[in-house]
């Protein structure tokens, strides 16, 4: 497949709840290779979307694609074993082992023997020297042998997108990657995010317009469950539509100044 051939289609994907549509009619193509970034006001259907794609949520009507197969009707399990994978908003590690081992957990579960707990040490070791590989590639090497609740937050999202990516996903799906980080550690982040990307795709829920200005291919728009614009940064940015629906939110103005 090329790399202009869509990883991920949605069409007209649809989620109704009791009369209220979260999200109507989505129609999106998720370029392979690229960062496409999902922006929007509270209540626009973006944290649906994820919940419809990783099938958490079944779609009220609609379909999805992966790689050009038809996976609307599939449960999460089959879907992640596609290489679907998704980072959640909330840090999810645990918090009383070490870096090395949380690493090391993920990479057991993706080998399918994640509760063999008992095994020995020894049996491990082997999955060590990936661990260390993926602490590397998120900067978090010399945090191997921390416990996990000693890390300051933006080193637990580092710790976070490592686990997500010890599931070797081809889509990484990235639920507010920066949300309630400093400064230092947006722009560490968001480094991370560039970094991890070179070889693979990912679809991101953001609302820092800084981030999403400086990494995004493309960004897809969305207000009441539509989408209202899609394009790089500079075409959405200057969109009439755009600028009006983040009236009073304070985001017009981030959406112009953001780079």
Not at 95 to 114: C, F, I, W, Y
Not at 142 to 157: M, N
Not at 185 to 202: L, P, Q
């Amino acid at each position: 497949m090329s790399t202009s051939d869509p990883i991920l289609e949605t069409l007209n994907l649809t989620k109704a709840f009791k009369g209220f549509v979260a999200v109507n009619g989505v129609s999106l193509k998720v370029r392979r290779g690229s960062i496409h970034a999902l922006i929007g006001p509270n209540g626009a259907g973006k944290t649906t979307i994820f919940n419809l794609l990783t099938k958490f949520l079944p779609p009220s009507s609609g379909a999805i694609y992966f790689n050009g197969v038809d996976i609307t009707g599939e449960r999460p399990a089959q879907t992640a074993r596609r290489g679907i994978v998704r980072s959640f908003q909330i840090s999810a590690v645990f918090p009383h082992m070490t870096v090395l081992e949380n690493v090391r957990v993920a990479l057991q579960r993706k080998r399918g023997d994640s509760f063999h707990f008992w095994k020995p040490e020894s049996t491990l070791v082997q999955l060590n020297e990936r661990a260390m590989q993926l602490l590397d590639e998120v900067g978090l090497a010399a945090f191997a042998e921390s416990l996990t609740v000693e890390l300051p937050y933006g080193r637990k999202r580092a710790l976070e997108l490592a686990t997500t990516l010890a599931m070797d996903p081809e889509l990484m799906l990235l639920d507010e990657p920066t949300q309630g980080m400093g400064h230092e550690d947006v722009h560490r982040v968001t480094e991370m995010i560039r970094k991890v990307a070179a070889n693979r795709t990912i679809l991101m829920v953001e609302h820092n317009m800084s981030v999403v200005s400086s990494i995004a291919d493309v960004i897809t728009v969305m207000q009441r469950g539509s989408i209202l614009a899609e394009g790089p940064y500079a075409k959405v940015s200057a969109d009439p539509q755009v600028i009006e629906a983040y009236m009073g939110t304070g985001v017009s103005t981030a959406l112009q100044g953001a780079h």
